[in-house]
Protein backbone atom coordinates (compact mmCIF):
# COMPACT_ATOMS: atom_id res chain seq x y z
CA UNK A 1 0.00 0.00 0.00
CA UNK A 2 1.18 3.34 -0.65
CA UNK A 3 2.79 5.49 2.09
CA UNK A 4 -0.14 7.73 3.41
CA UNK A 5 0.43 11.36 3.07
CA UNK A 6 0.70 13.63 6.64
CA UNK A 7 -0.99 16.75 5.08
CA UNK A 8 -0.63 18.17 8.47
CA UNK A 9 3.09 17.63 8.72
CA UNK A 10 2.86 19.26 4.75
CA UNK A 11 1.06 22.45 5.88
CA UNK A 12 3.59 23.09 8.70
CA UNK A 13 6.49 22.96 7.09
CA UNK A 14 5.15 25.16 4.20
CA UNK A 15 4.22 27.69 7.10
CA UNK A 16 7.91 27.45 8.85
CA UNK A 17 9.43 27.92 5.16
CA UNK A 18 7.15 31.14 4.81
CA UNK A 19 8.48 32.17 8.71
CA UNK A 20 11.61 31.84 7.67
CA UNK A 21 11.42 34.04 4.28
CA UNK A 22 9.51 36.44 6.02
CA UNK A 23 12.31 36.78 8.74
CA UNK A 24 14.69 37.03 5.45
CA UNK A 25 12.94 39.43 3.71
CA UNK A 26 13.94 43.15 5.75
CA UNK A 27 17.60 42.03 5.05
CA UNK A 28 16.89 41.24 1.68
CA UNK A 29 15.19 44.40 0.99
CA UNK A 30 17.94 46.30 2.25
CA UNK A 31 20.60 44.26 0.40
CA UNK A 32 18.19 45.14 -2.46
CA UNK A 33 17.92 48.52 -1.54
CA UNK A 34 21.69 49.36 -0.60
CA UNK A 35 22.75 48.26 -4.57
CA UNK A 36 20.05 50.06 -6.26
CA UNK A 37 21.11 53.51 -4.16
CA UNK A 38 24.60 52.50 -5.10
CA UNK A 39 24.08 52.44 -8.75
CA UNK A 40 21.11 55.12 -9.16
CA UNK A 41 21.63 57.40 -6.17
CA UNK A 42 18.69 58.05 -3.48
CA UNK A 43 16.62 59.93 -5.71
CA UNK A 44 16.19 58.25 -8.63
CA UNK A 45 15.98 55.22 -6.85
CA UNK A 46 11.70 54.03 -6.73
CA UNK A 47 10.51 52.11 -4.10
CA UNK A 48 8.83 49.76 -6.41
CA UNK A 49 12.21 48.79 -8.06
CA UNK A 50 13.53 47.52 -4.66
CA UNK A 51 10.93 46.05 -4.53
CA UNK A 52 10.93 43.87 -7.49
CA UNK A 53 14.74 43.39 -6.59
CA UNK A 54 13.91 41.94 -3.54
CA UNK A 55 11.62 39.69 -5.09
CA UNK A 56 8.73 41.10 -3.55
CA UNK A 57 5.43 43.97 -4.06
CA UNK A 58 5.99 47.40 -3.82
CA UNK A 59 3.26 46.90 -0.80
CA UNK A 60 5.57 44.06 1.18
CA UNK A 61 8.27 46.72 1.67
CA UNK A 62 5.95 49.39 3.32
CA UNK A 63 5.39 46.41 5.99
CA UNK A 64 8.84 46.88 6.69
CA UNK A 65 9.76 50.05 6.06
CA UNK A 66 7.33 53.37 6.44
CA UNK A 67 9.14 55.27 3.81
CA UNK A 68 12.14 55.15 1.44
CA UNK A 69 13.87 57.67 3.91
CA UNK A 70 13.38 54.63 6.76
CA UNK A 71 14.82 52.42 3.81
CA UNK A 72 17.82 54.32 3.41
CA UNK A 73 18.70 54.69 7.37
CA UNK A 74 18.35 50.70 7.42
CA UNK A 75 20.84 50.38 4.98
CA UNK A 76 23.18 52.67 6.81
CA UNK A 77 22.74 51.21 9.78
CA UNK A 78 23.35 47.71 9.01
CA UNK A 79 26.15 48.55 6.73
CA UNK A 80 28.10 51.73 8.13
CA UNK A 81 26.93 52.32 11.82
CA UNK A 82 26.46 49.10 12.81
CA UNK A 83 30.04 49.02 12.94
CA UNK A 84 31.16 51.27 15.46
CA UNK A 85 30.34 49.28 18.13
CA UNK A 86 32.89 46.58 17.43
CA UNK A 87 35.22 49.26 16.42
CA UNK A 88 35.66 51.02 19.26
CA UNK A 89 35.97 47.62 21.78
CA UNK A 90 38.71 46.84 19.46
CA UNK A 91 40.38 50.22 20.34
CA UNK A 92 40.30 49.91 23.87
CA UNK A 93 41.87 46.47 24.08
CA UNK A 94 44.32 46.79 21.12
CA UNK A 95 47.62 45.79 22.14
CA UNK A 96 50.28 47.61 19.73
CA UNK A 97 51.40 50.89 18.75
CA UNK A 98 49.36 53.71 17.51
CA UNK A 99 50.99 53.67 13.96
CA UNK A 100 50.26 49.69 14.18
CA UNK A 101 46.48 50.91 14.89
CA UNK A 102 46.23 53.19 12.13
CA UNK A 103 47.19 50.44 9.58
CA UNK A 104 45.19 47.92 11.03
CA UNK A 105 42.15 50.74 11.38
CA UNK A 106 42.79 51.71 7.48
CA UNK A 107 42.86 48.50 6.20
CA UNK A 108 39.81 46.88 8.65
CA UNK A 109 37.94 49.73 7.08
CA UNK A 110 38.67 48.54 3.40
CA UNK A 111 38.10 44.96 4.27
CA UNK A 112 34.58 45.70 5.52
CA UNK A 113 33.37 49.09 4.00
CA UNK A 114 35.43 50.34 1.18
CA UNK A 115 35.70 47.16 -0.80
CA UNK A 116 31.94 46.69 -0.25
CA UNK A 117 28.83 48.23 -2.13
CA UNK A 118 28.59 50.28 1.28
CA UNK A 119 31.20 52.52 0.62
CA UNK A 120 29.38 53.72 -2.79
CA UNK A 121 26.89 55.19 0.44
CA UNK A 122 30.04 58.01 0.70
CA UNK A 123 29.82 59.31 -3.13
CA UNK A 124 25.86 59.20 -2.55
CA UNK A 125 25.95 61.26 0.56
CA UNK A 126 28.13 63.92 -1.12
CA UNK A 127 26.49 64.43 -4.09
CA UNK A 128 22.73 64.59 -2.44
CA UNK A 129 23.92 65.96 1.09
CA UNK A 130 21.91 69.47 -0.08
CA UNK A 131 18.68 68.17 -1.54
CA UNK A 132 17.82 65.62 1.37
CA UNK A 133 19.03 67.97 4.35
CA UNK A 134 17.29 65.26 7.14
CA UNK A 135 19.31 61.76 5.74
CA UNK A 136 22.43 64.34 5.84
CA UNK A 137 21.43 64.84 9.47
CA UNK A 138 20.96 61.41 10.56
CA UNK A 139 24.05 60.71 8.22
CA UNK A 140 26.04 62.89 10.24
CA UNK A 141 25.00 61.52 13.66
CA UNK A 142 24.85 58.13 12.38
CA UNK A 143 28.39 57.59 10.40
CA UNK A 144 30.68 61.03 10.43
CA UNK A 145 30.10 61.87 13.90
CA UNK A 146 31.22 58.41 15.54
CA UNK A 147 33.92 58.03 12.88
CA UNK A 148 35.24 61.45 13.63
CA UNK A 149 35.32 60.70 17.33
CA UNK A 150 36.77 57.18 16.75
CA UNK A 151 39.87 58.37 14.39
CA UNK A 152 40.25 61.35 17.43
CA UNK A 153 40.69 59.01 20.18
CA UNK A 154 43.68 57.06 17.78
CA UNK A 155 45.34 60.34 17.03
CA UNK A 156 44.90 61.27 20.59
CA UNK A 157 46.41 58.31 22.15
CA UNK A 158 49.34 58.68 20.19
CA UNK A 159 50.03 61.89 21.35
CA UNK A 160 49.75 61.02 25.04
CA UNK A 161 51.87 57.78 24.73
CA UNK A 162 54.44 60.09 22.86
CA UNK A 163 54.33 58.07 19.58
CA UNK A 164 52.81 61.26 17.60
CA UNK A 165 53.78 64.63 18.12
CA UNK A 166 51.52 67.45 19.70
CA UNK A 167 48.73 68.37 17.31
CA UNK A 168 45.27 69.28 17.10
CA UNK A 169 43.70 65.77 17.16
CA UNK A 170 40.45 67.17 16.00
CA UNK A 171 41.50 69.14 12.73
CA UNK A 172 44.01 65.86 12.10
CA UNK A 173 40.98 63.28 11.72
CA UNK A 174 40.61 64.88 8.40
CA UNK A 175 44.37 64.06 7.38
CA UNK A 176 43.62 60.36 8.24
CA UNK A 177 40.14 60.46 6.44
CA UNK A 178 41.04 62.05 3.61
CA UNK A 179 42.74 58.83 1.76
CA UNK A 180 39.89 56.46 2.66
CA UNK A 181 37.49 59.07 1.47
CA UNK A 182 39.31 59.68 -1.96
CA UNK A 183 39.37 55.94 -2.68
CA UNK A 184 36.02 55.24 -1.67
CA UNK A 185 34.67 57.95 -3.60
CA UNK A 186 37.52 57.37 -7.06
CA UNK A 187 36.35 52.98 -6.61
CA UNK A 188 32.58 54.53 -7.50
CA UNK A 189 33.68 57.09 -10.26
CA UNK A 190 36.88 56.49 -12.07
CA UNK A 191 37.51 53.25 -10.93
CA UNK A 192 34.32 52.07 -12.99
CA UNK A 193 35.52 52.81 -16.43
CA UNK A 194 37.16 50.15 -18.46
CA UNK A 195 40.72 51.94 -18.01
CA UNK A 196 43.52 50.46 -16.95
CA UNK A 197 45.31 53.43 -15.79
CA UNK A 198 41.72 54.15 -13.76
CA UNK A 199 42.58 51.05 -11.35
CA UNK A 200 43.86 51.68 -8.12
CA UNK A 201 45.79 49.23 -6.08
CA UNK A 202 43.82 49.74 -2.77
CA UNK A 203 46.32 47.75 -0.86
CA UNK A 204 49.16 49.40 -2.35
CA UNK A 205 47.10 53.32 -2.32
CA UNK A 206 46.66 53.12 1.61
CA UNK A 207 50.45 51.96 2.28
CA UNK A 208 51.70 54.72 0.45
CA UNK A 209 49.25 57.17 2.15
CA UNK A 210 49.98 55.46 5.32
CA UNK A 211 53.43 56.03 4.99
CA UNK A 212 53.30 59.54 3.94
CA UNK A 213 50.67 60.35 7.01
CA UNK A 214 53.66 58.74 9.56
CA UNK A 215 56.75 60.39 7.76
CA UNK A 216 55.38 62.95 5.64
CA UNK A 217 57.35 64.21 2.39
CA UNK A 218 60.24 65.78 3.52
CA UNK A 219 63.15 64.11 3.78
CA UNK A 220 64.97 63.89 7.12
CA UNK A 221 67.42 66.67 7.62
CA UNK A 222 71.08 65.67 8.24
CA UNK A 223 72.44 66.51 11.67
CA UNK A 224 74.98 69.20 12.52
CA UNK A 225 78.40 68.17 12.32
CA UNK A 226 78.76 67.06 16.38
CA UNK A 227 75.19 67.07 16.65
CA UNK A 228 72.33 64.34 17.25
CA UNK A 229 71.17 62.99 13.94
CA UNK A 230 67.64 61.27 13.15
CA UNK A 231 68.66 57.93 14.66
CA UNK A 232 69.97 58.94 17.65
CA UNK A 233 73.43 58.79 16.72
CA UNK A 234 75.85 61.28 17.47
CA UNK A 235 77.01 62.74 13.68
CA UNK A 236 80.74 62.42 13.58
CA UNK A 237 82.53 65.79 13.85
CA UNK A 238 84.80 67.29 11.11
Known amino acids: MPKSINFCEIAANVRAKRERRKDAR??????AALEL?????????????VAKRAG???????????????LFKAVVRENLSGQFTEWNA??????????????????SWWERIGSTKASGITKLMMSEAGNFPELAEFYKAEVIRPGNLLI?????????????RPMD????????MAP????????????????????LNPEEFL???????????????????????????MAASH
Open 26 to 31: PGELIE
Open 37 to 49: FVEKGFAATRAEE
Open 56 to 70: VSKGTLFLYFSSKEE
Open 90 to 107: MFDCFPGTTPEMLKFCMH
Open 152 to 164: QRMIQRGIDRGEF
Open 169 to 176: AQKAVYTV
Open 180 to 199: MLFLALWTHSFGTLDDASSH
Open 207 to 233: ATQLDTLLNGLCAPKPAPAGGINAQGI
